[in-house]
């Protein structure tokens, strides 16, 4: 799923997303023309693929890119027993959701999140308004990784 040494997550195209990810290249690269652009505005943009973590197991990752930055990635298993829809979402089903989500990155880490890594911070969370649980990824800029 996610490379500890350098941050990158591998994805279903057989490409790779991290820290080091510009915005062009992205754009450019096969998962990059499968995304859905979720948000632009100014420099701020947004875009939404799936990545499999393993075989019948995916995930779906919302990068977020300040210029040509990669901020974050935040990743939600895509799974219908979380909720799949804004029809059948609910708080349990969320807290099922980070619950999966913390049993993912403990068999990863041997520990439960958060983690502080050279490249960025890896957290599970769900949103402040009781929203959607994430595994959230923040890159620390290349020049103080």
């Known amino acids: 799923m996610i490379d500890l040494e350098t ?27 499968g995304a859905e652009e979720v948000f632009h505005e ?5 875009y939404r693929l799936l990545a499999a973590e393993r075989p019948g197991r995916l995930f779906a990752v919302l990068l977020h890119f300040k210029g040509s930055q990669l901020l974050d ?3 939600a298993l895509h799974c219908d027993r979380f909720g799949g829809t804004r029809e059948h979402w609910s708080q349990a089903g969320e807290q099922a ?18 983690y502080d890594l050279g490249w960025g911070t890896i957290q599970s ?3 402040a308004d009781g929203g959607t ?13």
């Not at 100014?42 to 947004?46: I, K, L, N, T, Y």
């Not at 959701?97 to 990155?105: C, E, I, T, W, Y």
């Not at 649980?133 to 990784?145: D, H, K, M």
């Open 73 to 75: 990635l935040k990743l």
């Open 42 to 46: 100014g420099e701020w943009q947004a």
């Open 125 to 127: 969370v769900v949103g």
């Open 7 to 33: 941050g990158e997550l591998k994805l279903i195209t057989g490409g790779r997303i991290g820290p080091l990810t510009r915005l062009e290249t992205f754009r450019e690269s096969i998962a990059g023309a």
């Open 97 to 114: 959701r980070k619950r999966a989500h913390d049993q993912v990155l403990a068999s990863i880490f041997g520990a439960l999140p958060p």
């Open 133 to 145: 649980s994430v595994i959230w990824i923040r890159y620390r800029p290349p020049a103080l990784a």
